[in-house]
Every structure is written in C-alpha cells, then in structure tokens.
C-alpha cells in the first residue's frame, strides 16, 4: 500500500470537473485517504514547488496555484504513485495519452489540471506539507 499527494488545481476547479477528476481515480482503483479544498497563497506554492525554484515558469506557476482554489487529496492504493501518474497523463497535454486527465481537461503544460507526487520522497514531502496526522485516515 502506497500514497501519494493528488492536487487538483485551480483551472481544474474552475472547470467544474473536481467530482469527475475524483470519480477517475476512484474507478481506477485509488481510494482517498484525506481530502481538503483551499486556496494557497502565493508563499504556500512558492513553499511547496521548491524544488523548481530555479526554472523559468516557478513565477508564473505558483502565481497560477494561487489565483483560486484547489483541491489537496492524500490517494492511497497499490502503486499509487505510478498509478496516479498514468491516470493523470503526461505534464504537457499535447503528449498525454488517450483517456487521460490531462488529455481531457488540461489547457496547458502549466494550466495542467492536476498534481502528482512523482517519487516515495515527493509523496512524503508533499503529504506532509499539507496534512498532518488527524487528517489522514484509513
Ligand atoms: P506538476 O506535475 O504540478 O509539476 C510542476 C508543474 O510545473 C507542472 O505540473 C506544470 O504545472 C508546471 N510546468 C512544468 N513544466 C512547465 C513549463 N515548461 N512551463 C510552464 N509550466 C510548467
């Protein structure tokens, strides 16, 4: 049993679609372990992305993650991390596959609907930085 961080972000909310984004991966076998919509100020994405702080688009991705709500999940299942990762699709929509998240809903390679932790670090990383103990069941 693996989990992992699952953002839905805030052009996914403004699609409307964070109930058909959940549905998928819940019929893809994930099941939520924790769950939270809020809206991150600037400094909470700057604090999470990190890691991208010396690429080009940090400024314009954590103002894009801050302009509105989103939707923080803890997912948890066998292989979370690799199986969110299939059923969100490739970072750029233009590459992702069929029937994929980010096939359907993305707009962009920044505005790409969702979030996903990418490696066991990440995971713990992320996870901890939006959700402490009491908010993490099953
Ligand atoms: P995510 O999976 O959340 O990880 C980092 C995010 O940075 C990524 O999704 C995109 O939203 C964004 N991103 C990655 N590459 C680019 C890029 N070349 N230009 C703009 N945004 C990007």
Known sequence: MERTLSIIKPDGVEKNVIGEVISRFEKQGLRIAALKMVKLTKKDAEGFYIVHKERPFYGSLTDFMSR??????????????????????????????????????????????????DSPESAAFEIGYFFNAFELCG
């Open 68 to 117: 509105g709500p989103v939707v923080l999940m803890v997912l948890e299942g066998e292989n979370a991390i690799a199986r969110n990762r299939e059923i969100m699709g490739a970072t750029n929509p233009a590459q992702a596959a069929e029937g994929t998240i980010r096939k359907d809903f993305a707009s962009s390679i920044e505005e790409n609907t969702v979030h996903g932790s």
